[in-house]
């Protein structure tokens, strides 16, 4: 990823009827070899977002500068270095390989690497089967894999993906995602929005939550669940009992750090003692846990940290925050550089 | 080379949307029209109730005419089709215009609509022979026929652009088809023991001036009111076309049914 900025957005926002919000005081940037993920609530405003960059529908208010043109000025020049997933199935009635390669005419992609690209494209998404049937014949997941392999037929600099592996298996996401990573790593920035909170942590540099049309935050998968995925499970196995001073003791001492509910209970696997409490942050405790273990002299069998996850993240943020009731005058984005 | 956008826009209108049996259906229909139906009133309808020449002489103007409407319906469908499928916001959020879009929509029209007046010529060849056309009763047809597919593509294209149901747009289609038809000079000419009511109907329909002026010119017989019918033509094209861009403007890109 470099530093050059292909996508700048100020206090953008758009309005379907005055005062009725979809989007409002968006601002981000996106830089070139990024794939940024734009995640929330069904209506939470991500393809809205979508169709604003893509010059499908015009902001109401802010500005926006896509690889330095103005996203109301830069038309046909500037869409024709984008790519567009679009959440909706959008189909031409050929056959798959006659798609793949009528939609490179169509953006003026040379006959011969249209031809090329098409069987790369087949063989990628595994379309190989489906190569000579109709979209209509095609299953849900075929469908899907069939328009994110059309919109690459072109070449492109900015690539929005609108939920593009909904209703794909999990192997088939798994390529997809892995064949865009190497794509972004060769330079292609990236806007993906999705439901799927576990591709998001896979694929994206950095995330930006919305809810209700507005930016919540924005930071790296790993920065977004240390802030927000809230208490995790810290679970600990001694080798000997542990006595009911230390025990005391310990609990004490978490408490102090930030712990709730520590339990001490004999070790199912053995004959000592296992601990668990609940903890934010639980990485900033570990050092000092391990070196109170040491002082006391006692031995660790095991120590497990329960995985922090982007979607404990997402509920932690925007969980308990209202889903309806119109605009909410919720805080700016918080943006986190990792 | 690189290929202008409204032409690659029209490759694809052909290539990916017009399937051989809608194209069949589209010229075979009013071909076997001119064959069943010029055969058969042909016995039973007086040359002097049709101008002098057979039934079928009178039909097949009538059937070039008719042409437009198949362009106009053409275009429609596509537009429909690529809003239902959400090919129109594929398509602008790629390198065009909606200018060129909409412009591809027409040139296909008019693409289709010449390919059917070659048709119809060649399904009255039995029957009339080579009509005996001048360059100008030619190009006057071919004009005529422009016009007015643009009319109904305009037309269309305009409804298509602001109903959200396909149930509503396919009904109102086939109305428009139908009425339009039957409600002009194609298959009939106005006389002057033709009802004042219809008489008034069929010259508020713009395919009445169209199958007039092209009849008047295969018969070589083209004059003042012809130009008058192309202005009226032309006048109706220009409001049709003008609604399907207002429309294009604030497309509302949504979901469709």
Same mark, same amino acid.
């Given at each position: ?24 005081? $968006? ?42 043109? *103005? ?67 095609? &299953? ?28 794909? *298996? ?18 292609? &920035? ?24 507005? @930016? ?18 810290? &679970? ?5 009992? $542990? ?42 405790? $570990? ?19 329960? !995985? ?6 997402? @509920? ?23 | ?17 017009? *399937? ?57 469908? @596509? ?20 200018? !060129? ?82 409600? &002009? ?30 009849? *008047? ?41």
């Amino acid at each position: 990823m470099s530093s050059e900025v292909v996508l700048e957005a100020l206090d953008l926002g758009h309005a379907y009827a005055p005062g009725r919000y979809a989007v409002r005081h $968006l601002s981000l940037e996106l830089h070139r070899g990024e794939v940024l993920g734009l995640l929330g609530r069904n209506g939470a405003g991500k393809t809205t977002t979508v169709r604003m960059f893509t010059t499908l529908l015009p902001p109401t208010e802010g500005t926006a500068r896509i690889l330095g043109m *103005d996203i109301r000025t830069g038309g046909r020049a500037l869409r024709a270095r984008l790519g567009v997933v679009l959440q909706a199935e959008s189909l031409d009635f050929v056959t798959v390989e006659r798609n793949l390669t009528l939609y490179g005419f169509l953006w003026g992609v040379p006959r011969e690497v249209a031809k090329s690209r098409a069987e790369e494209m087949i063989e990628l998404f595994e379309l190989e089967g489906a190569r000579h049937r109709k979209p209509w014949a095609l &299953s849900g997941g075929e469908r899907r894999r069939f328009q994110v392999a059309r919109e690459l037929m072109h070449d492109m600099e900015i690539l929005f993906l609108d939920e593009p592996t909904v209703g794909l *298996d999990a192997i088939a996401r798994r390529r997809i995602l892995a064949y865009l990573r190497g794509r972004s790593r060769d330079g292609l &920035s990236m806007v993906f929005t999705t439901h799927i909170l576990h591709e998001a942590d896979l694929l994206c540099d950095r995330i930006a939550v919305m809810h209700q049309g507005r @930016l919540r935050a924005l930071a790296s998968p790993g920065e977004l669940k240390h802030r927000y995925a809230g208490a995790r499970e810290v &679970s600990m196995s001694f080798r000997q009992p $542990l006595p009911t001073a230390l025990h005391l003791e310990l609990a004490r001492a978490l408490a102090d750090r930030g712990a709730s509910s520590p339990t001490v209970d004999p070790d199912p696997a053995g004959a000592g003692s296992s601990v668990r409490f609940r903890v934010e942050h639980a990485e900033e405790l $570990l050092p000092w846990l391990t070196r109170w273990v040491q002082l006391q002299g006692l031995e660790l069998s095991r120590l497990s940290v329960e !995985e922090a996850t982007l979607e404990g993240a997402f @509920l932690g943020l925007i969980g308990d925050l209202p889903d309806s009731g119109g605009e909410s005058p919720g805080p700016r984005a918080t943006e986190v550089r990792a | 080379m690189t290929i202008p956008p409204v032409l690659r826009l029209v490759v694809r209108n052909f290539a990916s949307n017009l *399937d051989p049996l809608t194209v069949l259906i589209r010229f075979g229909q009013p071909a076997i029209t001119i064959i069943v139906l010029g055969t058969m009133f042909s016995t039973i309808i007086s040359s002097g109730a049709t101008g002098g020449g057979s039934y079928t002489a009178f039909l097949v103007p009538g059937m070039v005419a008719f042409q437009m409407i198949t362009g106009g319906v053409v275009s429609g469908n @596509l537009f429909w089709l690529d809003r239902r499928w959400a090919m129109t916001e594929q398509i602008f959020s790629g390198p065009f215009r909606r200018s !060129e879009y909409l412009g591809g929509l027409v040139l296909t029209t008019l693409l289709f609509a010449l390919v059917g007046v070659g048709v119809m010529i060649l399904a009255g060849l039995p029957f009339i022979g080579i009509p005996a056309l001048s360059p100008l009763a030619i190009g006057t047809v071919l004009f005529t026929v422009a016009l007015g597919s643009i009319f109904f593509a305009g037309l269309l294209i305009a409804l298509g652009s602001r109903l959200r149901s396909a149930n509503a747009y396919f009904t109102i289609q086939s109305f428009l088809q139908l009425f339009v038809i039957f409600l &002009s000079t194609v298959y009939y000419p106005i006389t002057s023991s033709t009802p004042k009511l219809l008489a008034v109907i069929f010259y508020g329909n713009p395919l009445t001036y169209a199958a007039d002026t092209i009849r *008047d010119a295969f018969t070589g017989t083209l004059g003042l009111g012809d130009l008058v019918g192309l202005g009226v033509l032309g006048g109706l094209a220009a409001v049709a076309f003008g609604a399907a861009a207002w429309g294009f403007r604030d497309l509302d890109l949504g979901p469709i049914q």
